[in-house]
């Protein structure tokens, strides 16, 4: 059975390239195949009537117990037979149907990727599977409503069900999941041994509602039936194969599987029976307003299915009987119905049927269809569809809750689809034909006529011969969904009874409003517009409420202020990291002494002398020379804790830093005003408890005591495994090297960032040039000139020196790439950057990927010597510059050379920016 | 004396955001460079201020006691380098910005639309 189910997708899968190698007859050999695999199926019946049930399993994910399992018992044995043999039938007929639309391979396609997915529905044995085939036959659904794309309205209807069933689908996701945590399991073998559990367990009715509210919408129950006729903007054979036979089925498939583990209750009856009542009642209703044939017999559909899950919820021996004898005479009128109207829109250009009348002379054989298929939906005895609208008010009539309500319900709508069924079989083919009709009606191609008579032929075939399938295939089918063996003989002539009393009053009931057919209209069409228009037509409100709601949030929350949004992380920030700091921080015993006493506190007036000067000076120049004093304030806080590698860098990145600063802001605008001037108390208070926020959480971590665990472990291995006496570059180059070639790839890419931004303009936009503004300002000074001369070899010596001296002294790539870089920085600002660029003779964009590639390669070795990445690895021996040889040592390479060509990137184009 | 830095480390804080909700492009860069200091300071803060001597190990591989900790000492050592870097990348994406739109206002820039005036 799963091989059927996975070559019907491989069919679906090559069918395009199919339709490319044999054009037209690709839907005949979809259509034999969907036979063949009917044939297939067909094998398993006798099995399945002496009460086995089938089972394949592969296991798919075996952590959560979800197998990917199929399951053959009387009810998916009738829903497979159903899906292939309609499936056929339709392929054969839209062979020909589809015959003047483009991309009929994507069609065929589509349509065969959608009978998998429903065969998938029907055999899956593990609901999570078939949550997955469930949700495929949404997008194939989607797909093909949408298949005349150019088409808005088709298009919208697409959408429309994609969104409505597909969003329920979410529900019954979330339902089945529930399902699977009360009942231990996922699979259907276990769940039905563990109906009383589940019945018990307090989460049945979220499940019940989810799993009602996933096939509610999937069944086109109310409020979720709009999408069904609307999707008659697809091709009819679409109409007449997912939205009478297959598709709309599967929600009460689903209801009828569950049934035995979630049914039999107080809840679920009067759930399930009221929404299908009031969808059954809605639908025959507003079928009688319709003037599109095609949306006639979708409303007529839409009541037939709120029937079919009233006769679920009702339960019992005559609902489940009446339930499976109705499904399979409604899949073979309506989908026979659903074609003819194909062929008469095809022949006569219009499905309106005000126009269509009188067609009998010219479309015989479809007038056949008509009248056999309608005689069978108006429940005419010797038909099948009498015995199922018999059933259905027996069920009615026997029903141990509500019996009243629901067949005065069922008598109702069954005087509707008497009328919907006159217009099919009489209307249509009887009287004079208007003139006005867009084409002059033929006799239809046999390949249009031929399927919907078969269809309709073996509705009447089973009506005066219901042997054929009542015990074999029917029987099971009703001892599935009932949990128990349930007989099942039906009769070819009436019995008298009350049910049959009622069926004559909606025979005659619906003979007269198919008399008085344009009154009936008039009246549903003014009763409907009484409704307010947001419970007339409910799915437009709701989506442009959705729309305006995410206007709303956007506006409030995406407003685009930078403002606004630091507001609101500091706010958040500051409200659940406090609370989570009032609450359970423990302050240890604040340690007074600890650090240097007198120069911190000369620094730290420094420090606040700057921030605040910060706060209140206007002048960008002033801005920069104080953020410079902050600077070289933090340098000088690490180098009195023992920071000296810290100090030395912040010392050069500071001097990097105000040079760059100066060169740029003096782009920028010179006075840089306080604009927001309401608020200010606001931010002022909401950055002092940020502030303090911070300060809190430092202090709770301080009055710990130094608490690091991997401090000894990594000055212990300093020596003995990295060669290393400075601890902090060793740290950098061997330990968390890995962190290190992250940290200089961020750099790099920043640097080629800034080049992006300075050198790439928009295409059609011509680059900017011009030369550094300071060499034509009056910055040259003859000393800095001079001096620089000098100072150019000096600095590139000192880098060296930090640089090779960095594992035993202070030193290391970073400070010396930066004390490199700082050499040419300031031959630029002194004399200008095209000498400076002719000094480095690199570009230095280069150097950025030379560093690069040295850093990755230096990780290769440890790769080769069969260790992991970075591992560092160590020559034998030293030498006189270099105490030790190693791969930490490329690496160090590496980053200098990056951090040269990074900065000076970064440097040389904005000085030569204009 | 640690108090005192912890305070310091907060007063940054609240000086880099309160640059922050400004409404001016130099502010925010000026922002931006106090947290920068600010969160570096954390940092090295919070590894405790326990030793004055710099983590280096003697010559013969023996470790002295009392040395400073050398793991936040590594971490802040790269966030200095590539703080300068972004920090560089934030200036001059903002001076593009200023350039094409010539307004140093931040609250006139709600849109990706660019209006040279």
């Known amino acids: 059975m799963l091989v059927s189910i996975l070559l019907a997708i491989g069919l679906a899968v090559v069918t395009p390239g199919l339709y490319r190698l044999l054009g037209r007859a690709t839907g005949v050999l979809l259509g034999l195949a969907s036979f063949g695999l009917g044939g297939y199926y067909l094998r398993y019946a006798d099995g399945v009537a002496a009460g086995e049930i089938y089972r394949e399993s592969v296991s798919w994910v075996p952590l959560f117990g979800v197998e990917f399992s199929a399951w053959m018992d009387g009810l998916s044995l009738v829903f497979v037979l159903i899906i292939t043999g309609v499936g056929g039938l339709v392929f054969l007929y839209a062979s020909r149907y589809m015959q003047e639309y483009d991309l009929q391979g994507r069609f065929f396609g589509y349509l065969m990727l959608f009978e998998a997915a429903m065969l998938g529905v029907a055999l899956s044995g593990d609901v999570i599977a078939l949550i997955v085939f469930w949700e495929l036959t949404s997008i194939s659904s989607f797909l093909l409503i949408g298949f005349d794309n150019d088409r808005p309205a088709a298009r919208r209807a697409a959408l429309q069900s994609l969104i409505i069933t597909g969003g329920a689908g979410l529900a019954l996701l979330a339902g089945v999941i529930l399902l699977t945590l009360a009942g231990g399991s996922s699979s259907w073998g276990e769940l039905l041994a563990r109906g009383q559990t589940v019945r018990d367990s307090a989460l049945y009715p979220a499940i019940l509602v989810l799993v009602l509210i996933g096939a509610g919408a999937k069944s086109a129950q109310w409020p979720f039936h709009v999408w069904l006729p609307a999707a008659m903007e697809a091709p009819s054979p679409v109409s007449a194969y997912l939205h009478s036979a297959a598709m709309v089925k599967a929600g009460i498939y689903l209801l009828a599987r569950v049934h035995p583990v979630l049914g039999g209750t107080d809840l679920w009856a009067w759930l399930v029976g009221t929404v299908g009542m009031i969808t059954m009642a809605v639908g025959a209703w507003r079928a009688l307003g319709q003037t599109d044939l095609k949306r006639m017999l979708a409303y007529s559909t839409v009541s037939v299915l709120g029937a079919l899950v009233m006769l679920a919820g009702v339960g019992g021996e005559y609902g489940i009987r009446a339930l499976i004898v109705y499904l399979v005479a409604h899949a073979l009128y309506k989908s026979s119905l659903f074609l003819m109207a194909g062929t008469v829109d095809h022949e006569a250009g219009t499905r309106d049927i005000r126009l269509l009348r009188g067609l009998g002379r010219e479309m015989p054989l479809t007038a056949a269809v008509g009248l056999l298929a309608g005689l069978s939906m108006a429940g005419i005895p010797l038909t099948f569809g009498f015995s199922g609208k018999e059933l259905l008010l027996e069920a009615g009539l026997q029903a141990s809750r509500g019996s009243w309500l629901f067949t005065v319900a069922a008598v109702l709508s069954s005087v509707s689809m008497v009328a919907v069924a006159a217009v099919c079989g009489l209307r249509l083919w009887w009287g004079e034909r208007a003139q006005e009709l867009p084409h002059t009606p033929h006799r239809a191609p046999l390949r249009l006529d031929l399927p919907p008579l078969i269809l309709a032929s073996a509705g009447a075939l089973l009506g005066v011969w219901p042997a054929l399938v009542d015990a074999r295939l029917l029987g099971p089918a009703v001892g599935a969904v009932a949990g128990a063996a349930v007989p099942l003989e039906l009769h070819v002539w009436p019995i008298v009874n009350l049910a049959l009393a009622l069926s004559a009053v909606a025979l005659a009931g619906g003979a007269a409003v198919y008399f008085f057919l344009e009154r009936a209209r008039r009246w549903e069409h003014a009763a409907h517009g009484l409704l307010p228009g947001w419970l007339a037509d409910w799915y437009p409100t709701v989506m442009h409420g959705l729309s305006d709601a995410a206007y709303v949030h956007t506006r409030w929350l995406q407003n685009g202020r930078l403002r606004s949004y630091v507001m609101i992380c500091c706010i958040a920030t500051v409200l659940l990291a406090g609370y989570t700091l009032i609450r359970k921080a423990e302050f240890g015993p604040i340690p007074l002494e600890m650090g240097v006493g007198a120069n911190l506190w000369a620094l730290i007036i420094v420090f606040t002398v700057c921030w605040v000067a910060i706060l209140l000076v206007r002048q960008v120049l002033s801005i920069v020379v104080l953020l410079g004093g902050i600077g070289f304030s933090m340098a000088l806080v690490f180098l009195l804790h023992g920071g000296i590698d810290l100090g030395i860098t912040q010392v050069a990145v500071e001097a990097l830093s105000v040079l760059l600063f100066v060169l740029v802001l003096y782009q920028l605008p010179q006075q840089v005003d306080v604009r927001v001037r309401l608020g200010r108390l606001g931010d002022v208070a909401v950055a002092l408890a940020m502030g303090g926020l911070i300060a809190g959480a430092l202090l709770a971590v301080v009055s710990q005591g130094p608490v690091s665990a991997v401090a000894p472990y990594y000055l212990d291995k300093a020596y003995p495994e990295a060669h290393g006496l400075n601890v902090v570059t060793v740290i950098l180059l061997d330990f968390r090297a890995l962190d290190t070639l992250g940290e200089i790839t961020v750099l790099g890419v920043a640097s080629l960032g800034v080049f992006a931004l300075l050198r790439l303009e928009p295409r059609g936009r011509p680059r900017m040039q011009g030369d550094l503004p300071l060499s034509q300002g009056g910055l040259r000074s003859r000393i800095l000139v001079t001096t620089c001369l000098y100072l150019l070899p000096l600095l590139l010596l000192l880098s060296l020196f930090l640089l090779l001296r960095g594992h035993e002294q202070p030193g290391g790539g970073f400070v010396a790439g930066l004390v490199g870089a700082m050499a040419f920085a300031l031959y630029a600002v002194a004399r200008d950057a095209r000498q400076a660029r002719a000094a480095l003779r690199v570009v230095p964009r280069y150097l950025v990927g030379t560093g690069l590639l040295l850093a990755v390669g230096s990780g290769i070795f440890g790769v080769v010597a069969g260790q992991p990445f970075l591992t560092g690895l160590w020559a034998p021996g030293g030498s006189a510059i270099l105490a030790h040889a190693g791969t930490p040592v490329l690496l160090d390479l590496g980053v200098y050379l990056l951090v040269i060509g990074s900065a000076l990137t970064i440097f040389f184009d904005l000085v030569e920016m204009p | ?117």
């Open chain 2, 1 to 117: 004396m640690l108090v005192l830095l912890c305070i310091t480390v907060g007063g940054l804080f609240a000086a880099g955001i309160y640059q922050m909700l400004r409404g001016s492009l130099v502010r925010l860069i000026i922002g931006l460079v106090l947290l920068g200091h600010a969160v570096n300071l954390l940092v090295f803060t919070a590894g405790g201020l326990a030793s004055i001597r710099p983590p280096y190990v003697l010559p013969d591989g023996s470790v002295p006691p009392g040395l400073a900790d050398p793991l936040p000492q590594a971490l802040i050592l790269t966030a200095i380098v590539i703080g300068f870097g972004t920090q560089a990348f934030a200036i001059v994406l903002i001076r593009r910005v200023y350039r094409e739109v010539r307004t140093d206002d931040l609250h006139e820039l709600r849109t990706t639309d660019v209006t040279r005036k």
